[in-house]
Nanobody, 123 residues
Framework: QVQLVESGGGLVQAGGSLRLTCAAS????????AGWFRQAPGKEREFVAT????????YYADSVKGRFTISRDNAKDTVYLQMNSLKPEDTAVYYC????????????????WGQGTQVTVSS
C-alpha cells in the first residue's frame, strides 16, 4: 500500500510558477511509475505528466509541454511537478498517482492516488 500526499498548490498570477510535491509513504515507491493528473470543475480528470521508475523517461500532455517539468527523488520517495508560465486554463485540482505501467497517460493504469492540491491561476 502506498499513500501519496500532494502539497505546493495555491493561487498564482498568470505567468507565474508553482512547484508541486508528492510525498509517498512507502519505501517501495521507486518500484512505481508516477504521474500527475488534473481535474477542473465540470471536466474529466486529464493527464499532465508521467515519469518512469528511475526517472529516466518522462512524457507530457501537449498542453503543458515546454512549461511543466516532472522529476523524482527516489531517495526521498518524492515526485515533483515544476510549473512555469502558468495560464488560467491550468486552474484545477492536481493529483499525484503511482502505477506499474511506465509512461501511461491513462488514469486507469494508476493504482494509488493522492487527495489532490488546488492550483488557481488568475488572469
Amino acid at each position: 500500500q502506498v499513500q501519496l500526499v500532494e502539497s505546493g498548490g495555491g493561487l498564482v498570477q498568470a505567468g507565474g510558477s508553482l512547484r508541486l510535491t508528492c510525498a509517498a509513504s512507502a519505501r517501495t515507491f521507486s518500484a512505481y511509475a508516477a504521474g500527475w493528473f488534473r481535474q477542473a470543475p465540470g471536466k474529466e480528470r486529464e493527464f499532465v505528466a508521467t515519469i518512469s521508475r528511475t526517472g529516466g523517461g518522462t512524457y507530457y500532455a501537449d498542453s503543458v509541454k515546454g512549461r511543466f517539468t516532472i522529476s523524482r527523488d527516489n531517495a526521498k520517495d518524492t515526485v515533483y511537478l515544476q510549473m512555469n508560465s502558468l495560464k488560467p486554463e491550468d486552474t484545477a485540482v492536481y493529483y499525484c498517482a503511482a502505477g506499474t505501467y511506465s509512461g501511461s497517460p491513462r488514469p486507469s493504469d494508476y493504482v494509488y492516488w493522492g487527495q489532490g492540491t488546488q492550483v488557481t491561476v488568475s488572469s
